[in-house]
Structure formats: C-alpha cells, structure tokens
C-alpha cells in the first residue's frame, strides 16, 4: 500500500518561500511509470495542479505557476519537494501530495496539509 504523507511549516509570510516535502512508503519515486505531483486546494476555489515531477526525473509545472516553482526529488530518502517562491495570500490552500499512475490518474494521496500566507 502507498502512502505519502506532506510535511513542512503552516505558516508562511509573504514574500517568502514555501517549502513541502512529501514522503513516500511502499513504494520508490523512480519506479516506472509514476508522477508524482503537488496538487492545491485554495478556501472556496477549486483543486489546482501545481506541478510534478516524473519517475525519470523530469519535471513538469504549471505554467500559471512555473516562474515561481521547483519541484525537486531525493531518492535515498523516498521523498519530493515543492518550493513556491513569493508567495501571497492567495497562495493559502491545503496542499496534497498525489501520485498519477499515468493519464492524469491520481491514485494516492496524502492526507493534505493547510499551508497559511499571512503576515
């Protein structure tokens, strides 16, 4: 069974950078054919796909979001970050760390952490 569980600080003040870091058990980032993805929830907005990076260690962003994202990977310890550079407040959202099986199709997640932009 495949868990991934997000980690980092829920407050964060603006104009800095946001830092996730989503571990991963039963099974490895660099198996064939996985993506691993950070997905966002802002208050009263829908999911927002951020960005991911792939088993093969390309990354792939949204292009909304790509001047101020990186998304980054360390496969002796399982896990991927997320860091989104100056944030605002309209960055406050849950955010998920997902896994896409291929063809867009998210099958775990994580139980999603609420991450806050304020001063």
């Known amino acids: 069974q495949v868990q991934l569980q997000e980690s980092g600080p829920g407050l964060v003040k603006p104009s800095q950078t946001l830092s996730l870091t989503c571990t991963v058990s039963?099974?490895?980032?660099?198996?064939?054919?996985?993506?691993w993805n950070w997905i966002r929830h802002p208050p009263g907005k829908g999911l927002e796909w951020i960005g991911g990076?792939?088993?093969?260690?390309?990354?792939y962003y949204n292009p909304s979001l790509k001047s101020r994202t990186s998304i980054s990977r360390d496969t002796s310890k399982n896990q991927f970050t997320l860091q989104l550079t100056s944030v605002t407040p309209e960055d406050t959202a849950v955010y998920y760390c997902?896994?896409?099986?291929?063809?867009?199709?998210?099958?775990?997640w994580g139980q999603g952490t609420q991450v806050t932009v304020s001063s």
């Open positions: 990076i792939a088993y093969s260690d390309r990354t």
């Open positions: 039963g099974g490895s980032i660099t198996t064939n054919y996985y993506y």
């Open positions: 997902v896994r896409d099986r291929g063809r867009w199709t998210y099958d775990y």
